[in-house]
């Protein structure tokens, strides 16, 4: 690049060449197109069943609820025959949750009935106790009730057939609920992917240990364990390795042999001591390096036999964003489950960036900004885009995603933000 002079400028921007570098939605379809589900199908119990990964449809075997019941406390009667009566029936009995008799109502009579108590056959009405009076034997149930009110039906929950909790979708508190309700006491899951976390780098001491001159502790692998373990993963640290070609080779090519994932951080970049490009070059095959956003530019993609390695950059912010945006595609494609592309909610920026390159993505560290007068709730940005700075993750809600397109952002300008929560790790 030179100046209007002739002058050579200095390249003063690591992220210049950005159009030549793969753009982020076909990293998103590359890590797609080449990942398919490696885990295997084991059956737990529903207890242990949170966060899992379901391995198979689940379809209702029975209605829920299982039969018609009462949804309050009160009398249960015919609507016609309320109707005729004008509202005043005898008590013909007594029904709570639990009574396992199925019982009949006579004509011109109500029961009592408590919530979750089976109707008797031919009531189809309940009125709720705080709206009637007792005169004597005889029930006055106010007017107006419409035939069905307070009545929950067969089946209105789950009707048989019905898919509850499709293969691929992680199992949440309440589909637990669901399948407990059906009567289930386990699922089939997917087994958990068996992921390595590497750390690269001469300066490093594992926290814990004696720091000298020079050195920094590695934040990484406690970082990107923490982040595999809330996705489901079994990790195993392989701890530091130096920034030797042959050590870097060595404990890639041993992780390789027993893991379905190998994290690395550090060494991405093509530094003098980076190491890491060769190392998967000679192991394995390279499916991706260099992706044009920031932070994370000098992730590599690639294998080593059925192995997939994901090396992420050393400096933590984009050892973070990496993790987030492809170690999570990767692990769901792995694991059996099913994309999910987090929603970007619109909102007003609460900051300026006067001049943004094109041609590449930004991830930006965001917070939310409680409602102001005028009641809009905005998104600010952390002041310092350092990718070293861990306090700019600590500050955020989530991200904030500014497309390749975007050369400027002015206060009150809407941008997409992902909440850390849309990535399934917070
Ligand atoms: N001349 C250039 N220099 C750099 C470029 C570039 O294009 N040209 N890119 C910069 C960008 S962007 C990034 S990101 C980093 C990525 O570099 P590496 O992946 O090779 O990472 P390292 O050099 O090993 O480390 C970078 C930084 O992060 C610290 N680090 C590394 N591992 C850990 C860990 N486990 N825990 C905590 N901190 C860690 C390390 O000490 C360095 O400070 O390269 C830029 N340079
Ligand atoms: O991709 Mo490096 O991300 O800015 O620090």
Redesign the pocket.
């Known amino acids: 690049m030179t100046d209007r002079g002739g002058r050579r400028k200095l390249?003063d921007d690591?992220?210049l060449h950005d159009t030549d570098r793969m753009r982020h939605a076909d990293v998103m379809a590359l890590l797609r197109k080449r990942l398919a589900c490696v885990a295997s199908v084991k059956i737990v119990p529903l207890a242990v069943a949170h966060r899992r990964i379901s391995a198979r449809d689940v379809v209702a075997n029975r209605p829920v609820p299982m039969h018609e019941n009462s949804a309050v406390d009160g009398y249960a009667f015919n609507h016609a025959d309320y109707a005729e009566n004008a509202g005043k029936l005898s008590l013909g009995g007594r029904l709570a949750a639990g009574d396992t008799e199925a019982r009949d109502l006579k004509q011109g009579e109500c029961v009592r009935i408590f919530t979750g108590a089976v109707m008797p056959d031919g009531a189809d009405t309940v009125a709720m106790q705080e709206d009637c009076r007792i005169e004597g034997e005889m029930i006055l149930i106010p007017e107006g009730l419409k035939a069905g009110a307070n009545c929950r039906h067969s089946g209105e929950d789950l009707a048989t057939g019905e898919t509850v909790v499709p293969a691929g979708q992680i199992i949440r508190a309440q589909d637990i609920a669901a399948l407990a309700s059906m009567g289930l006491a386990e699922i089939q899951v997917r087994s958990r992917l068996r992921v390595a976390v590497m750390?690269?780098?001469n300066?490093?001491v594992a926290p814990g240990g004696t720091i000298r001159h020079g050195q920094?502790?590695?934040?990484?692998?406690i970082?990107l364990r923490t982040l595999v373990e809330s996705l489901g993963g079994l990790v195993t640290d392989i701890g530091?390795v130096e920034?030797r070609a042959e050590r870097i080779e060595s404990a890639l090519a041993e992780a390789a042999k027993s893991h379905d994932l190998v994290i690395t951080?550090?060494?991405?970049?093509?530094?003098e001591?980076?190491h890491?490009l060769a190392a998967l070059d000679r192991l394995g095959k390279r499916h991706l390096w260099q992706i044009a956003i920031?932070?994370?530019?000098?992730m590599m993609f690639g294998q080593i036999g059925d192995c997939v390695v994901l090396?992420?950059?050393?400096?933590?912010v984009?050892?973070f964003v990496c993790f987030l945006l492809y170690v999570r595609t990767a692990m769901d494609a792995l694991a059996g489950a099913d994309h999910r592309d987090p929603v970007r909610y619109p909102l007003p920026a609460a900051f300026d960036i006067p001049k943004k390159k094109r041609d590449r993505r930004e991830f930006l560290r965001g917070h939310l900004v409680p409602k102001t007068a005028d009641g809009a709730l905005t998104v600010a940005k952390y002041p310092q885009d350092g990718?070293?700075l861990i306090s700019g993750l600590r500050a955020a809600d989530g991200l904030i995603e500014l497309g390749e397109e975007v050369t400027s952002v002015r206060r009150g300008d809407m941008v997409d933000f992902i909440p850390f929560a849309e990535f399934g790790v917070v």
């Not at 951080?265 to 530094?271: H, K």
Request: hydrophobic share 30%; net charge negative; with cysteine.
């Open positions: 390249l690591c992220f750390s690269t780098g300066e490093l920094v502790f590695d934040s990484n692998a970082m530091i920034d951080s550090g060494g991405a970049s093509r530094g001591e980076d890491m920031k932070p994370g530019r000098p090396s992420l950059p050393g400096n933590p984009a050892a990718s070293g």
